[in-house]
């Protein structure tokens, strides 16, 4: 999907991921009722007032971000949870692990960004909490930023097909670990192994 195709979507791609971290969320919320999980400085003493929908609509109206910084956004996220299984998205954590993603992704795409104070305006919490923020999502990603243009296009073209599907899928069929290891083929790139078919591939 290239970024003009992006942007054309972009309001049906807020709505979409809003919904599916929704989904997700819900279903951790109800997990975590039976099987507590380990609490992380995304955690919030509460549920935030705001709607995850609305959350992620005030990003992409105040951050000024390319509109690939939210497909990257979405990798970063699908790997944060990889790495950090004890750690499920709920209702408690989305929203500051969006504005982080959302920041990180920015800082890594664009060539023009704001700053970590900007970002906590935007997202509703003081600039100390952004800073921490930032480096506990950056070693919970284990600083793997990079993102190919393959990897790229693969969610482009995983978010892209699920958006025509209305309502999006249930949480079992999503893109982001719910506190389960099943994960749909398509939902986990591996860019390892995609990199060692290419070297196959050239070897031929």
């Given at each position: 999907?290239?970024?003009?195709?992006?942007?054309s979507?972009?309001?049906?791609?807020i709505?979409?991921?809003s919904?599916?971290?929704?989904?997700?969320?819900?279903s951790?919320?109800l997990?975590?009722l039976?099987?507590p999980?380990?609490?992380s400085?995304?955690?919030?003493?509460?549920r935030p007032n705001?709607?995850?929908?609305s959350?992620?609509e005030?990003?992409f109206?105040?951050a000024?971000c390319?509109?690939?910084?939210?497909?990257?956004?979405?990798?970063?996220l699908?790997?944060?949870?990889?790495r950090q299984?004890?750690?499920?998205?709920?209702?408690f954590?989305?929203?500051?692990?969006?504005?982080t993603?959302?920041?990180?992704a920015?800082?890594f795409?664009?060539?023009?960004y704001?700053?970590?104070?900007?970002?906590?305006?935007?997202g509703g919490?003081?600039?100390?909490?952004?800073?921490?923020?930032e480096v506990?999502?950056?070693?919970g990603l284990?600083?793997?930023l990079n993102?190919?243009?393959t990897?790229f296009h693969?969610?482009?073209?995983?978010?892209?097909?699920?958006m025509?599907v209305e309502p999006p899928?249930?949480v079992?069929?999503t893109?982001?670990?719910?506190?389960?290891?099943?994960r749909l083929q398509?939902?986990?790139?591996?860019?390892?192994?995609?990199?060692?078919?290419?070297?196959?591939?050239?070897a031929v």
């Open positions: 999907m290239a970024e003009l195709e992006i942007t979507v972009m309001p049906k791609l709505t979409f991921l919904s599916l971290l929704q989904r997700v969320a819900d951790n919320d997990n975590c039976f099987d999980k380990k609490i400085a995304f955690h919030g003493l509460t705001i709607s995850i929908q959350y992620l005030r990003i109206k105040y000024n390319s509109p690939s910084c939210f497909v990257v956004a979405y990798v970063y699908d790997r944060f949870v990889q299984p004890s750690l499920p998205i709920n209702s954590n989305i929203h500051r692990l969006l504005i993603s959302v920041m990180v920015a800082k795409m664009d060539d023009m704001y700053n970590n104070a900007y970002y906590a305006k935007v919490i003081s600039t100390t909490e952004m800073n921490f923020l506990d999502f950056l070693f284990g600083f793997h993102v190919t243009p990897t693969t969610y482009c073209a995983y978010l892209q097909r699920q025509l899928l249930n079992e069929e893109s982001l670990i719910i506190g389960r290891s099943q398509l939902c986990t790139y591996n860019e390892d192994e995609a990199s060692h078919q290419q070297q196959q591939q050239l």
